[in-house]
C-alpha cells in the first residue's frame, strides 16, 4: 500500500499516479514523494542522464549498453530457467536455503517464489483499504450534503485525480466560486479544511496517531486488531494457495508489531502480543496450506526509508540498536519455523546515504540473527541503488542470502516502455551482478498498476523475463480497493490488487475522523465478510509463470 535501477532512481509500493511535481511531502524530505507503488526520483537525477527514470538519448550512453549486452549475450545467451520441482502440498514445507543462484527445499530440489504481497495489514496503508479519505474524496464526500454537489463534482472533474499539489484546494475554490459565485462556497472551503487528508498515505503513521489521539492507545491497538483480524484470514491464504502460489511476502511495520506512543525515535520496544498471535495464525495457515511465508519489515526503528519522514536509521546508533533487537525478537519466536521463506530485513533502503551505509546495517543485522544460530535465507535488498551494488556475499561474511529489488514504471503507458527498459538495462546488468553475487534474486514487489490492456502485456512480459532468469517473485498486492470516486469521474482503475478494484456493494468505509470507536471497530471487523471479485486477467498470467 506504499516498490529500479541506479542511484539516482527509487522505488516504492504502490499508490494512484499523480505529477512529479505533485509528489513532495511538504519540508519532510528532500526527495519527491510518489502516489503510487512508490517511485521517487531525486532531483540531481533530472540532470544526471544515467537516471534511468530519463530515455536514454545519449548515443553514447546507448553505445554503451548495447556494447555491453551483445558482450553478454554472446558469453551467456541460454536461458537462466530452472528445473523446478513442483511443491508438493500433500507433504509438510521443509527449510529453505540458497544454493548458487537457485533457492533449494531440504531435499535440493529447487524451486521459485511465486506469489502475492499482503500489501495493508501489518503496515497499515491507508491508500489500499480505503479506511481514509484524500482529498479529493473527502471533498466529494462533503459535497453531497450540499445543493451544489453536481458543481462540486464538475470542479472535481475539471480539475483531474491528482490532488496532492500544495494549492489544490484554492484552486478548487476558485474554479467552484466562478461557478456558484456564492459566499457558500467559502463556508464549504473551511468545512473541508477542519479534515487531515494526510491519513491517505502510504504510511501507517499518520493513522494510527489520528486513533491514539481520538481514543487513546490501547483502543488504537484494539481498532488495529480488528482490521488485522479481518483483512487476511485462513480463506485469503486458502484461494492464493489453490491459484497454484507458494508464498506470502508479509509487509510489516516496527510500529504494528510494538505498544505505546508512535515516536519519531522510540526509546523502547515493547511487544504487542496482539498482532503477533495474527502473526502466529497466518503461519499455521501457511503450514497448513504449504505456503511459505517471507517476514519484510517496511519501517523500523527511525525509518530505513522516507515512508513517515526522514531516514534516520543510518546515523544513528540507537535506532540501530532498536532495528537489531526487532530483528533479534523476531529470530526468537521463529527461528524454528520451516514455513518461513526468508527474513526481509529492511524493505526498499533507499534512505542510506550510499551503499556502505546500507551494507553496514545489514551486517548489523546478518550478524545479529546468525549469532542466534537462525539459518533462514535473509533477502537483502539494494535500496534502489543497483543490483551492481550489491556487495558478493562472501566479502561481507554473510551466508544464505537473496538479493532483491522492486519494479514499478509510473510513467509506462506502454508495453514498449518496459521492453526498452528490460532490454537497454534490466537484464545486461542484473544479469551482470548475478554473476558476480552468486545468490538467488527475488523481485519482492512489482506492479504494472492500471487496468488497461497494455499493462497486463507488461505485467506477461515481467513475469516471462523473471522466469527466464530463473527469479523469484511477489506482485503488488494481494487485495486493493480502488477509489470509487475515480471510476465515476474519470473512468480511472488499478490493476495492484489480484482481488478487488472496485468496492463492493454494501461496504461502509471507515471514517476515522467522525466515526465513534465503536462504529470503527464495526467498519473494520467487516472486512472479513467482504467479497472481493478476483482480478482474473492478472490471475491467469500470473499463473503461467
Excluded at 232 to 250: L, M, P, S, Y
Amino acid at each position: 500500500m506504499p516498490d529500479c535501477p541506479k542511484n539516482d532512481l527509487i522505488f516504492r509500493g504502490a499508490k494512484a499516479p499523480v505529477p512529479l511535481t505533485e509528489r513532495t511531502k511538504s519540508g519532510k524530505t528532500s526527495f519527491e514523494r510518489c502516489r503510487l507503488p512508490r517511485v521517487f526520483l531525486k532531483p540531481e537525477a533530472r540532470r544526471n542522464m544515467n537516471g534511468f527514470g530519463k530515455r536514454f538519448t545519449l548515443v553514447t550512453m546507448l553505445g554503451i549498453l548495447l556494447m555491453f549486452g551483445f558482450v553478454l549475450a554472446a558469453c551467456d545467451s541460454e536461458s537462466d530457467a530452472q528445473d523446478e520441482e513442483p511443491l508438493d502440498r500433500s507433504a509438510p514445507l521443509t527449510r529453505l536455503s540458497a544454493e548458487g543462484t537457485k533457492i533449494v527445499n531440504a531435499e535440493g530440489h529447487a524451486l521459485r517464489l511465486r506469489g502475492v504481497n499482503l500489501g495493508g495489514w501489518i503496515f497499515h496503508e491507508p491508500w489500499i483499504t480505503l479506511s481514509a479519505y484524500s482529498l479529493r474524496a473527502r471533498i466529494h464526500e462533503l459535497g453531497t450534503r450540499e445543493t451544489f454537489s453536481a458543481q462540486v463534482d464538475d470542479v472535481l472533474e475539471e480539475l483531474g485525480r491528482s490532488d496532492k499539489a500544495p494549492d489544490y484546494l484554492d484552486r478548487f475554490g476558485a474554479a467552484l466560486n466562478a461557478k456558484l459565485g456564492s459566499p457558500e462556497v467559502g463556508r464549504f472551503l473551511s468545512d473541508i479544511r477542519t479534515f487531515d487528508v494526510s491519513l491517505d498515505d502510504d504510511s501507517d503513521l499518520p493513522l494510527r496517531r489520528k486513533l491514539a489521539t481520538r481514543f487513546g492507545e490501547d483502543e488504537r491497538d484494539e481498532l488495529m486488531d480488528a482490521f488485522q483480524s479481518a483483512w487476511i484470514t485462513e480463506k485469503d491464504i486458502a484461494f492464493i494457495a489453490e491459484q497454484g502460489f507458494n508464498v506470502v511476502r508479509v509487509p510489516m511495520s516496527y510500529r504494528d508489531l510494538t505498544r505505546g506512543a508512535d515516536l519519531d525515535k522510540p526509546a523502547v520496544l515493547l511487544w504487542n502480543e496482539r498482532t503477533f498471535s495474527r502473526l502466529d495464525a497466518l503461519l499455521g495457515w501457511c503450514a497448513e496450506h504449504r505456503i511459505y511465508a517471507v517476514l519484510d519489515i517496511q519501517e523500523a526503528p527511525g525509518g530505513q526509508n522516507d515512508y513517515s519522514g526522514t531516514a534516520q536509521l543510518y546515523d544513528d546508533p540507537a535506532m540501530q540498536t532498536m532495528t537489531v533487537k526487532l530483528w533479534e525478537e523476531l529470530s526468537r519466536r521463529y527461528s524454528f519455523h520451516d514455513e518461513i521463506a526468508a527474513y526481509s530485513l529492511l524493505a526498499e533502503p533507499y534512505g542510506a546515504p550510499d551503499a556502505e551505509a546500507r551494507d553496514a546495517m545489514y551486517d548489523l543485522l546478518v550478524k545479529a540473527i546468525r549469532a542466534k544460530n537462525d539459518n533462514h535465507m535473509l533477502i537483502i535488498h539494494d535500496g534502489f541503488k543497483g543490483m551492481t551494488t550489491l556487495p558478493a556475499p562472501q566479502e561481507m561474511g554473510w551466508d544464505n542470502v537473496v538479493y532483491s529489488t522492486h519494479i514499478f514504471e509510473f510513467d509506462a503507458t506502454s508495453k514498449g516502455y518496459y521492453e526498452e527498459r528490460i532490454n537497454l538495462y534490466y537484464d545486461t546488468l542484473f544479469k551482470a551482478g548475478q554473476k558476480d553475487q552468486n545468490v538467488p534474486y527475488y523481485i519482492g514487489s512489482f506492479s504494472t498498476q492500471v487496468d488497461e490492456s497494455w499493462a497486463y502485456e507488461a505485467a506477461e512480459l515481467l513475469l516471462s523475463w523473471y522466469a527466464e532468469r530463473g527469479w523469484s517473485w511477489s506482485i503488488w498486492t494481494y487485495k486493493k480497493l480502488d477509489e470509487p470516486l475515480d471510476n465515476r469521474l474519470w473512468d480511472y482503475r488499478t490493476c495492484y490488487g489480484v482481488r478487488g478494484g472496485q468496492v463492493p456493494s454494501g461496504f461502509q468505509r471507515p471514517d476515522p475522523e467522525k466515526d465513534d470507536l465503536e462504529t470503527l471497530k464495526a467498519k473494520f471487523s467487516a472486512y472479513a465478510d467482504m467479497e472481493l471479485t478476483p482480478n482474473q486477467s492478472l490471475l491467469d498470467i500470473m499463473k503461467k509463470y
